[in-house]
């Protein structure tokens, strides 16, 4: 079943909907250090497993970069 997001304000659909972390992987993001917010509320990298993706949620991913 395709699930409808909404990823960094622009229309997503996956087929694989299932949780943030299957989302980070299929946007070839698996191990980078990415902040992800979810509804608007920041969501800790280890509830990503656990927090199923579900149709209409919008998801805001930054990734960290570091410099000096």
Do not use: C, H, W
Not at 12 to 39: C, F, I, K, P, W
């Amino acid at each position: 079943m395709d699930v409808k997001l909404t990823v960094n304000e622009e229309a997503y659909e996956t087929r694989a909907a299932g949780s943030v972390t299957t989302l980070l992987d299929e946007m070839g993001l698996a191990g980078q250090a990415v902040v992800v917010v979810l509804n608007g509320e920041v969501l800790p990298a280890a509830a990503r497993d656990e927090q199923a993706l579900r149709e209409g949620d919008r998801v805001d991913l930054f990734r960290i970069v570091g410099g000096g």
